[in-house]
């Protein structure tokens, strides 16, 4: 696939092509290596490849192509990612924005040499860049970036997203075609390491948030003009969304970390569908549902584990 192929205006629009990385090579075996590598719980290799096997034939069945990273990497470069258990979280290390391909840097110091290994793999899809381009990378972790519409992006500052990157992404963000850039903080004491895990955008006409998320004002940037605040719900319900606010209770921890396939028509865990399947339904969306508790088990799931790389105009 080459670089002109790639394009993503919304997280709304029909899914055509995502990246994935299948499971890194080793068990993580005690609580000690989970705390290790930010995971929750132990998990064996064979379980992470079952469940990731399980994904794949999900976003397939939808008919979308799903182009494993792992495929692309010259053998060296195997050797460096089978140790990286966190590579199946491929949606953090970059993103499609507009039609640009935005590298991200990796704030979790054990993610480094994974998020170089995706860039490298991810390179393979895209011709040279000539000497004089500037180089597309911001130092964000992309679970912590959503493209609204074909004008707006949102991205959280917080645990993983530094707010020194914001204004060297904010120039990025205004090269790659957006005009606006909503900036959110998830207090940082409640331990949520991507905004994807507290809110994700449910179709062109709603959002779904913690509930918590209505006590942060949001900051808007647009180029050219002085940052101004707006409340988090009435930023939403300005540009025609609703705010559907959740509070995940146990099992249903990744309630938000779903994927919009289309059309009309998400992707989520299995311990997700339960509580979002009545909030989608409210939308006119059908949820679909896979069982991935194995791979959930290193704090994330469906969305995190699927990198857009072209979408249908919404
Ligand atoms: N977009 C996401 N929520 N990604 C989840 C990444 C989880 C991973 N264990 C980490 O600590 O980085």
């Given at each position: 696939m080459a670089?002109?192929?790639f394009e993503c205006w919304s997280e709304s629009g029909q899914l055509d092509c995502v990246a994935v990385f299948r499971?890194?090579?080793?068990d993580v075996t005690s609580a000690?290596?989970?705390a290790a590598v930010g995971f929750n719980r132990p998990v064996t290799r064979s379980e992470a490849e079952d469940a990731f096997g399980r994904l794949r034939?999900?976003?397939v069945r939808q008919g979308c192509q799903a182009i494993?990273?792992?495929e692309l990497l010259p053998a060296p470069e195997r050797a460096v990612s089978d140790t990286t258990v966190n590579r199946v979280f491929v949606r953090d290390t970059a993103a499609v924005l507009g039609r640009q391909l935005v590298t991200g840097t990796a704030a979790f110091p054990v993610r480094l040499a994974?998020?170089?290994?995706?860039?490298?793999?991810?390179s393979q899809l895209q011709p040279?860049?000539?000497?004089?381009?500037?180089a597309s990378s911001a130092r964000i972790e992309f679970g912590d970036v959503f493209v609204l519409d074909g004008e707006r992006l949102l991205v959280n500052v917080g645990l993983r997203s530094d707010a020194k990157a914001l204004s060297p992404f904010l120039e990025l963000a205004w090269r790659s075609g957006f005009r606006e850039a909503a900036v959110v903080r998830i207090p940082e004491s409640l331990g949520i390491i991507h905004l994807d895990l507290a809110f994700n955008v449910l179709g062109p006409h709603a959002v779904v948030a913690r509930a918590f998320l209505r006590h942060t004002p949001i900051q808007v940037f647009q180029q050219g003009r002085a940052p101004h605040w707006e409340p988090f719900d009435g930023y939403f319900a300005q540009r025609g969304r609703r705010v559907i606010p959740f509070e995940p209770s146990g099992a249903q921890g990744f309630l938000s970390n779903f994927i919009y396939v289309g059309p009309d028509l998400i992707l989520a865990s299995e311990s997700a569908a339960p509580g979002l399947r009545p909030l989608a339904k409210a939308c006119g969306i059908e949820v679909d549902s896979v069982d991935i508790e194995a791979l959930e088990r290193g704090n994330g799931s469906v969305r995190c584990l699927t990198m857009p790389l072209r979408r249908r105009p919404a």
């Open positions: 670089f002109s192929e499971p890194a090579a080793l000690e290596e989970a034939d999900a976003l494993d990273l792992w994974e998020f170089d290994v995706a860039h490298r793999a991810l040279p860049r000539p000497d004089d381009e500037p």
